[in-house]
């Protein structure tokens, strides 16, 4: 904790929520009310409350109490209904590659609780492929109401870290006017006011094969980064290795050319999406997706035979690379 000279206060915490390690940075004047640790406090209540209304792991949840009710019109929370009206906008950007339908899928490769309960070994049989995931639901938003068709259970895991990110900065920003902030939830992350004045945030890529060391930095004032990897959840069953980031035309876990991917823009959720279609789809059919339905973005990947590609205007960030191969696909000039 420290006290700066213009009244300033900042104080940091780490907690852990959503089976992922949270972390929150506020710079807030010291006098009145609520004091920063209250919005410390409160952020650590946020992401708890979160987790609770959107796990798949506890049998009390909203989303689960959705799951066991396919076929029947269900009441949804305010939040439930914008994360799926949110969930439905990027699986039709994305062209599917993006789905939240995935529970099931991700069941039978082993990831049946909570990452860390899951032994080095899972004795899994994974069944014949499950049909191609087309969530069916019929989502009334006016209503609030939903009712799922289809025989997939929901699982969405893959968009609420961002949207919890965002929500949050958000509310710091707008109602408390917290002048300057770092929000990363296993990841994903927010910031703003850089981490002083004139002091941009410089935020560590870590290397996919050693997360002790960093292939590049991201220097930025503001702005939102999120990173996706094959390597990190992952686990050994009877079928080999598994990850966590399936597939939605095969129902399995991803096989591209792609073990890494780092996401830069003004969105959490919106990097943390599009994050994960890139590892699941792969370099050739990600990079024209990308320049058509987010050329705002900044785009870092890295491929299994270690080649670091970087797709985006190089000059909005400031990025320093570390013994690594580098080829640049594609520049800012390219795009027009």
């Known amino acids: 904790m420290s006290l700066a000279n213009d009244g300033l206060l900042t104080l940091d915490r780490d907690f852990f929520a959503m089976n992922t390690l949270i972390e929150v940075t506020l710079e807030h004047h010291g006098s009145g009310s609520p004091t920063v640790s209250q919005l410390l406090e409160a952020c650590s209540d946020w992401f708890e409350s979160v987790e609770r209304r959107f796990s798949r792991f506890l049998p009390d949840s909203e989303l689960q109490y959705m799951n066991r009710?396919?076929?029947k019109p269900t009441f949804l929370s305010k939040a439930m209904t914008e994360v799926l009206s949110l969930a439905e906008m990027y699986h039709a950007q994305t062209n599917g590659l993006f789905s939240y339908s995935l529970l099931d899928?991700?069941?039978?490769?082993?990831?049946?609780?909570?990452?860390?309960?899951?032994?080095?070994s899972v004795q899994a049989a994974l069944p014949p492929p499950l049909p191609q995931s087309h969530p069916q639901l019929v989502l009334d938003s006016g209503m609030r109401t939903v009712r799922l068709n289809g025989h997939e259970q929901l699982d969405l895991g893959g968009i609420v870290k961002g949207w919890s990110v965002n929500?949050?900065?958000?509310?710091?920003?707008?109602?408390h006017q917290v002048k300057r902030g770092l929000i990363n939830a296993g990841g994903d992350l927010h910031v703003w006011g850089g981490a002083g004045d004139g002091e941009p945030w410089r935020i560590g890529v870590a290397d996919p094969w050693d997360d002790s060391a960093e292939i590049a930095q991201i220097t930025l004032m503001e702005g939102a980064v999120a990173t996706s990897s094959v390597l990190g959840r992952r686990w050994q069953s009877d079928h080999g290795i598994m990850h966590h980031l399936i597939d939605p035309r095969t129902m399995r876990p991803g096989t591209s050319d792609v073990v890494q991917c780092t996401v830069s823009g003004t969105n959490a959720m919106?990097?943390?999406i599009w994050s994960k279609v890139v590892c699941i789809a792969g370099s050739s059919e990600a990079i024209p997706l990308l320049l058509q339905?987010?050329?705002?973005?900044?785009?870092?990947?890295?491929t299994h035979n270690r080649e670091v590609h970087f797709v985006g205007a190089k000059d909005l960030y400031t990025l320093y690379w570390h013994d690594v191969q580098i080829d640049f696909f594609h520049t800012a000039t390219e795009r027009h």
């Not at 490769?109 to 032994?119: L, P, T």
């Not at 339905?293 to 890295?302: A, G, K, N, Q, S």
């Open 69 to 71: 009710h396919r076929g």
């Open 105 to 120: 899928a991700l069941q039978h490769a082993g990831y049946d609780r909570s990452f860390e309960q899951i032994s080095q």
């Open 167 to 175: 929500r949050l900065a958000a509310w710091l920003q707008q109602k």
């Open 270 to 272: 919106e990097c943390e």
């Open 293 to 302: 339905r987010i050329p705002h973005c900044t785009v870092l990947f890295v």
